[in-house]
C-alpha cells in the first residue's frame, strides 16, 4: 500500500510517516514548513489550490492509494478568536477533497482539526486535552462553512 500523509513534520504525522515505513509500508509526505524528513516528502502550502492539485495530480499521481490528512493550521493563545485559522483549515481540506477525486486515491482519513485541541494557554503538545467548547464561535462557524460542500 502507498500511503501519502499531509502535515508530515508535525507531531502525529512524522509518528505516523516513520511508523509505516517500518512496516514496509511506500509512504509519502507532505510538509508546510521546516525541512524533508525523507527524500518521499514534498513541501507545500495546501491552502493554496493550484498547489495541492499540483502535487497530488501531477507529482503525485499514480503513486498513492490512501491519503492521511494530519495538517492543520494551529490556534494559539494569540489567534484563538480568529476566524482566519478556521477558514485557511477549511480550505486546506477542500483543496485535499477536490484535488483526490481525479488523483486515484481510493481513500482518504481525516484527523482532528485544530478545533478540538483549543491552544488555550500558548502551549501545546501530544499530552493537549481535547476540548472543543473552548472555540465554539470558531467551530460553529468552521461546520457551517463545511455545510455548503456536503
Known amino acids: ?10 507531531f ?5 510517516f516513520h511508523f509505516l515505513q517500518e512496516k514496509k509500508y511506500e509512504v509519502y509526505g507532505i510538509y508546510k514548513s521546516g525541512s524533508a524528513i525523507s527524500e518521499n516528502c514534498y513541501k507545500a502550502d495546501l491552502s ?8 497530488i495530480n501531477v507529482t503525485l499521481k499514480d503513486k498513492v492509494d490512501v491519503l492521511i490528512h494530519t ?9 484563538l478568536d480568529d476566524l482566519a ?9 477542500k483543496n485535499i477533497a477536490d484535488s483526490i477525486q481525479s488523483s486515484g486515491i481510493k481513500q482518504l482519513i481525516n484527523f482532528s482539526s485544530s478545533s ?3 491552544n488555550v494557554d500558548g502551549l501545546f503538545t501530544e499530552k493537549a486535552v481535547p476540548n472543543p467548547a473552548k472555540m465554539p464561535t ?13
Open 1 to 10: 500500500m502507498r500511503i501519502l500523509i499531509t502535515g508530515v513534520n508535525g
Open 12 to 16: 502525529v504525522g512524522q509518528h505516523l
Open 48 to 55: 493554496n489550490r493550484e498547489e495541492t492539485y499540483r502535487l
Open 71 to 79: 495538517a492543520s493550521v494551529i490556534a494559539n493563545a494569540d489567534n
Open 85 to 93: 485559522v478556521v477558514f485557511q483549515n477549511t480550505a486546506i481540506a
Open 116 to 118: 478540538v485541541y483549543p
Open 138 to 150: 470558531a467551530f460553529m462557524a468552521y461546520l457551517n462553512g463545511m455545510q455548503k460542500w456536503f
